[in-house]
């Protein structure tokens, strides 16, 4: 993979200097919008570097503690979930993955990305319309996961 497009935006680089980690923890259904979840969402959207694409709006977010954070993106006119994993402090390239699957089990359809990057893992793509999701990523020996979004 081209490690020289592996680049974040210079709100992502920051919130990294800053040694922030934006958490998001997902907007509820039926509960109103406080202002501290509008604060979450707008830093959840200003340290993920937008790799995805246009129309990708960051629906949820998993801290890799001292390394990073994987940031989970949904398209609502593609219908398509999108990953990124994205350290705190990009430089010397290290070990990095990310996947995304259908949170139903074994042998649910899965799409993975991984390798030594500098910078970020992904983006991976996944179709899961009316479905729950799993995601999953490691940087530089440090793992953490996450699921929900079902729908």
């Known amino acids: 993979m081209n490690l020289s497009r592996r680049t974040v935006t210079a709100a992502a680089l920051a919130v990294a200097a800053l040694g922030g980690t934006a ?3 997902g907007p509820a259904a039926a509960a109103p919008r406080t202002t501290a979840v ?3 969402d707008a830093t959840a959207q200003a ?3 937008g790799v995805c694409g246009t129309g990708y709006t960051v629906i949820d977010s998993t801290p890799v503690p001292d390394k990073g954070t994987v940031y989970v993106t949904y398209n ?3 219908g398509k979930n999108c990953a990124v994993s994205i350290r705190n402090n990009p430089g010397t ?3 990095m993955a990310v996947s995304l699957n259908i949170d139903a089990g074994r042998g649910a359809p899965s799409v993975t990305d ?4 500098s910078t ?8 899961a319309k009316g479905q ?3 995601w999953n990523t490691a940087i530089d020996g440090v793992g953490a996961n996450g699921h929900g979004h079902c729908g």
């Open 114 to 117: 991984s390798g030594s990057y």
């Open 93 to 95: 390239p290290v070990w």
């Open 120 to 127: 970020y893992a992904g983006p991976i793509y996944l179709d």
């Open 23 to 25: 958490v998001f923890a």
């Open 76 to 78: 609502k006119t593609t």
């Open 47 to 49: 340290a993920y570097n």
């Open 132 to 134: 729950c999701i799993q």
């Open 38 to 40: 509008a604060a979450a």
